[in-house]
């Protein structure tokens, strides 16, 4: 349930594509409930790629003015969406509450049909997946 959450295409390895086509699906999903996201950068503080901008430490703090870090990685195609707010809109709009637990994925060839949860199997389009606040389970 934070409310930073972010999708960052440049951090995403060899799925950077995917991440990228992705921003279009939140961008439409974020309109559709009326949630607050928007472009942004991402700024990285550790483990460089080389494939953004270095900055130091007074640029850092115009973007970010309470980190206190000596350089960061800069990125400028991430998304924000706020997520408290996101999480909300999906248990009003799409009947999804949170606590849900996915237990099993059920598939129609490449696509995933449906979900079967600990609260009841869930069919949709599209399905997003995070791992849930302070845990380590997959949630919808």
């Given amino acids: 349930m934070s409310s930073l959450w972010s999708i960052m ?37 550790d483990d460089f790629t080389g494939k953004g901008k270095l900055i130091g430490k007074n640029e850092v703090r115009t973007f970010e003015p309470q980190l206190d870090v000596d350089k960061a990685e ?18 009003d709009v799409l009947n999804v509450e949170t606590g849900t637990e996915v237990l099993r994925i059920n598939y129609d060839g490449n696509s995933i049909k449906s979900l ?22 997959n949630v919808p």
Wanted: glycine fraction near 8%; include cysteine; hydrophobic fraction near 35%.
């Fill in 9 to 45: 295409p440049p951090l995403c390895g060899e799925f950077q594509d995917l991440c990228l086509a992705s921003e279009k699906d939140y961008d439409d999903v974020c309109f559709n409930l009326g949630v607050f996201c928007k472009k942004t950068h991402i700024l990285k503080l």
């Fill in 74 to 91: 800069m990125f400028e195609n991430g998304m924000f969406v706020e997520g408290s707010e996101f999480f909300t809109r999906m248990e």
């Fill in 116 to 137: 079967e949860t600990n609260k009841g199997e869930i069919s949709a389009k599209y399905f997003i997946f995070s791992t849930g606040f302070l845990t380590k389970k």
